[in-house]
């Protein structure tokens, strides 16, 4: 099974990367949890998104297209960083983002979403 693993966006990852010792224990601590993932078979790609002031968003409307400049509202609801992973089950998913470290320096949440698969289409 294929999931999607999505960081959220906080405050402090929409600021932007600033070097302090706190970041560069953070990236530390989550080098340590890619090596990990990579070992047991489960990391596929993951990186980290640069703020949402910096993005763009296409907004579809039939036909028509129209370009929104970041950064966007909601911050809670913003993407900061992903894994694409492959598991056994949600179970496992659930169990790794659980030995994930903080990934933020305060309060922040994980989402993890299954991938649709070829056979789920049919």
Do not use: H
Request: hydrophobic fraction near 40%; proline fraction near 7%.
């Amino acid at each position: 099974m294929r999931v999607m693993v999505l960081v959220k966006a906080t405050e402090d990852s929409e600021k932007g990367f600033v070097a302090t010792p706190e970041t560069s224990a953070l990236l530390e601590a989550m080098g340590r949890f890619n090596r990990e993932l990579a070992d047991a078979g489960i990391l596929r790609t993951g990186d980290g998104l640069r703020p949402s002031s910096q993005g763009k968003r296409v907004a579809f409307d039939g036909p028509g297209r129209t370009v929104i400049d970041g950064p966007f509202a909601a911050t809670r609801e913003l993407v900061a960083g992903f894994w694409l992973w492959e598991v056994r089950d949600m179970d496992e998913a659930v169990a790794w983002v659980k030995r994930c470290p903080n990934p933020m320096p305060g309060p922040s949440e994980i989402e993890i979403r299954p991938l649709y698969e070829m056979a789920d289409l049919q």
